[in-house]
């Protein structure tokens, strides 16, 4: 197996709350049962008794008070802090009991259960004299010995080789138990090989030295699939995931002394008929079918169908319609000279595309495209940057004209992505420098989603999340193309994999990993 610092924090600690993979609801975990108050507001969650941290140490709302208040501390700057902070204040947090506690919002808050998924309960005893000296964010590093770690996971962390592996034994501790009441985890160890990229695991797998990989792209996948029944290898495919490919398009107005072509490129993006052609010339199902071999679908939006019912289903994604693109183009202005595309001043319409160099699909989507856009008569070209190059473009200098790149939701519920929409947000990719709306229909979706934020009623909020879905079907300000599918692969009889969409996706289920006998 191979690991991310997420899945490590997924195997080793627990949360309060747990959003069920598969049904998309929030179920019970640390705490057992919840009540909801004061017109939704108030959140009382009583603690499962007895549980104990994997170092023996017993967990209580003690702990839950300390983690709150590292997440919510300012000087630590936790990266989950942002989603505790609800409309410019931060939740409260009351110990009213060894195993119960009160949390108090703001305001009525939608999806409020789903702030507990994922925010792992700290051992204060571990951690309490490490915030007095200020010495917190220097703790838990490589260098600790793992009998100073301690959590509420099924796992706890046996032993590290630095670039090689990380062994993870079972928790003795672990509170969890299966319908039958046997103690879970059901794996005594798991050891994660510590690899430089998917190449590599792959060829790894191959050999037979991974029993599991998660996170396959295609090519990875049709690779491995020719070796299954051989080696007795099953392929994961779980459908589409929250990730997705896009095309970009630089509309930022904070882009000083520009070129004078790349100005003129920009000066096409801006235009809402010159988007929407350019829509209508791509061919998504072409995309879907050779660079992702079928395991992906094609995108209308960036609200993907993992996100079930947030996905507006009046919205279908476009099939390549050239003659009408060209009549969009024709009405906008635009002609044709000798095959080429020209615009009203009788400048040829020509851009670059830049993708990064260390991501195979995005170079092969790129270059579909460039044959989708020749067939408009548009003189597209293509660069391949150092990733580090390529994200300093889009986020930075903005000195790019359109960029292929992939994003994901944080959730599949509307508030996953608040970033993307919101006009101030880390990921509005195509203004970054943005402050305030450009546009009526900017300004539009920034209140749809900050309404939605508050609206407890469900279908309410499926109304406002819809209406932001066509505003931007209809404005296209970047071009969804297809969202890849959660793929993975098993050796020999390790049963129990189950995908999802959800960090930490397959390894979701790893207590309930079993191998056949």
């Known amino acids: 197996m191979d690991i991310s610092s997420r899945a490590v924090t997924s195997i080793t600690h627990a949360d309060l709350l747990h959003i069920n993979r598969k049904t998309d609801e929030v179920e019970p975990s640390l705490a057992k049962s919840w009540q909801v108050s004061h017109g939704g507001q108030t959140y009382t969650l009583h603690l499962r008794q007895g549980v104990r941290f994997s170092d023996g140490s017993p967990f209580t709302a003690d702990d839950v008070l300390f983690s709150f208040q590292v997440y919510l501390d300012p000087e630590l700057n936790a990266p989950q802090r942002d989603l505790l902070i609800i409309d410019g204040s ?4 009351v110990k009213m009991d060894a195993y119960t506690v009160r949390c108090d919002l703001p305001k009525p808050y939608a999806a409020a259960t789903r702030l507990f998924d994922g925010l792992a309960m700290l051992p204060r005893h571990l951690l309490e004299p490490l915030v007095r000296t200020k010495a917190l964010k220097d703790a838990w590093t490589i260098g600790t010995s793992p009998s100073q770690l301690a959590g509420l996971g099924p796992f706890r962390l046996k032993t590290y080789r630095p670039g090689q592996t990380l062994i993870f034994e079972r928790n003795p501790y672990y509170w969890k138990q299966d319908s039958a009441g046997r103690s879970l985890p059901y794996l005594d160890e798991v050891d994660f090989a510590v690899l430089p990229n998917q190449d590599a695991e792959s060829i790894r797998f191959a050999a037979g030295q991974l029993d599991f990989l998660a996170g396959l792209s295609a090519d990875s996948y049709a690779s491995l699939e020719k070796l299954s029944s051989a080696q007795s290898i099953q392929m994961i495919d779980g459908g589409p995931g929250l990730a997705f ?3 970009l398009f630089n509309l930022n107005t904070d882009v000083a002394a520009q070129p004078q072509a790349a ?36 995108l209308v939006s960036p609200v993907t169908p993992a996100s079930r019912s947030w996905a507006d289903p009046k919205l279908q994604p476009e099939k390549q319609d050239l003659p009408r693109s060209r009549a969009v183009l024709t009405a906008g202005g635009f002609r044709w000279q000798d095959g080429s595309l020209f615009d009203s001043e ?14 195979r699909q995005q170079g092969e989507i790129a270059t579909l495209l460039q044959h989708n856009f020749s067939a408009l008569g548009i003189d597209s070209r293509i660069v391949s940057l150092e990733f580090r190059s390529y994200l300093q473009r889009i986020t930075q200098s903005h000195d790019f004209d359109v960029a292929v790149m992939a994003l994901s939701a944080g959730d599949s519920d509307p508030n996953g992505n608040m970033g993307l929409w919101l006009t101030d947000g880390a990921l509005h990719l195509w203004n970054l420098g943005e402050k305030q709306p450009a546009s009526a229909w900017e300004s539009e979706i920034d209140s749809l989603m900050r309404r939605q934020l508050y609206v407890t009623d469900r279908k309410e909020r499926q109304s406002l999340y819809y209406r932001v879905q066509e505003i931007y079907a209809q404005k296209l300000p970047f071009l969804s193309l297809a969202a890849p599918n959660m793929l993975g692969a098993v ?16 390894l979701d289920n790893i207590a309930s990993f079993y191998w056949k006998k």
Do not use: Y
Not at 90 to 93: A, E, S, T
Not at 346 to 356: D, E
Not at 493 to 504: K, N, Q, R
């Open 90 to 93: 931060p939740m409260r947090v």
């Open 245 to 247: 490919d896009l095309l």
């Open 263 to 298: 100005a003129r490129a920009q000066k096409w993006f801006a235009q809402e008929a010159f988007r929407q052609a350019i829509s209508l010339a791509i061919n998504r199902e072409q995309l879907v079918r050779l660079v992702f071999e079928n395991h992906a679908v094609p």
């Open 346 to 359: 009788g400048n040829r319409v020509q851009f670059t595309i830049i993708a990064s160099a260390s991501n």
């Open 491 to 506: 050796r020999g009889g390790l049963l129990g994999v189950t995908p999802s969409a959800l960090d930490p996706g397959m």
